[in-house]
């Protein structure tokens, strides 16, 4: 099982709609979760990371997360066509380094 | 302020010749990673610096990979005898004393033909 799991997709969304990219992970021990955008070529940038159980909103974009569960989530709403691109889930367990998942290929549909 | 750079920004190589791929990171942050993308792929962990502690090199595939970090600063990233396998994106990471976001370089794009 890899440390942390992505659907790759692509998940196609039309212009406006709610996107949503969810992310597991199995280290019960982690601790800090981040969620980088990469557009084709270019290199992982952060959008948003989120430390506690519950909500945490960033004008479009919203982060869950369920330790419980071991998911964590990324809401987009409105999307819009310059959303499209990669996002990868990362997990901080305390090792130093992030683990990342293989990342999930939005495409906003206009 | 500036951001992480790396250079080369491509890199193009025969199989079996040694390259060398430089990063600076964000002024003062005390923490440096490399990480490398194959295509297609997510980011796989390579080696980690912090500070003056010993590096954190779990991540080195094999020992033809080697780094280093000179004046907690520049780093280089040394791959030897390169092979077609290490054709990939090879980014790099800072982040300040405290602080859990890495920020990350434009990468090197290195190709062995």
């Known amino acids: 099982q890899k440390e942390v799991e992505q659907n790759s997709g692509p998940l196609s969304v039309p212009e406006g709609a709610i996107a949503s990219l969810n992310c597991t992970y199995s280290?019960?021990?982690?601790?800090?979760f981040f969620w980088y955008r990469q557009y084709s070529g270019k290199s992982p940038e952060l959008i948003m990371f989120?430390?506690?159980?519950g909500d945490k909103e960033d004008g479009r974009f919203t982060a869950q997360l369920n330790k419980a569960s071991q998911y964590v989530s990324l809401l987009i709403r409105d999307s819009q066509p310059s959303d499209s691109a990669t996002y990868l889930c990362?997990?901080?367990?305390?090792?130093?380094?992030?683990?990342f998942g293989s990342g999930t290929r939005l495409q906003v549909q206009p | 302020g500036a951001g992480v750079s790396q250079s080369p920004s491509n890199k193009v190589t025969e199989k079996g010749k040694d390259v060398e791929l430089r990063c600076d990171p964000i002024?003062?942050?005390?923490?440096l990673y490399w990480y490398r993308q194959s295509l297609g792929q997510g980011l796989e962990f390579l080696i980690y610096?912090?500070?003056?502690?010993?590096?954190?090199k779990s991540g080195l595939p094999s020992d033809r990979f080697s780094a280093e970090r000179t004046g907690g600063s520049v780093s280089t990233l040394t791959i030897q005898r390169t092979q077609q396998e290490d054709s990939a994106v090879y980014l790099c990471?800072?982040?300040?004393?405290?602080?859990?976001?890495?920020?990350f370089g434009p990468g090197t794009r290195l190709l062995v033909l």
């Open positions: 990471a800072s982040r300040d004393r405290g602080q859990e976001t890495q920020y």
């Open positions: 002024s003062g942050h005390t923490a």
């Open positions: 610096f912090q500070g003056n502690s010993a590096p954190d």
């Open positions: 280290d019960r021990g982690s601790q800090s």
């Open positions: 990362a997990v901080g367990t305390g090792r130093r380094a992030l683990t």
């Open positions: 989120i430390y506690s159980n």
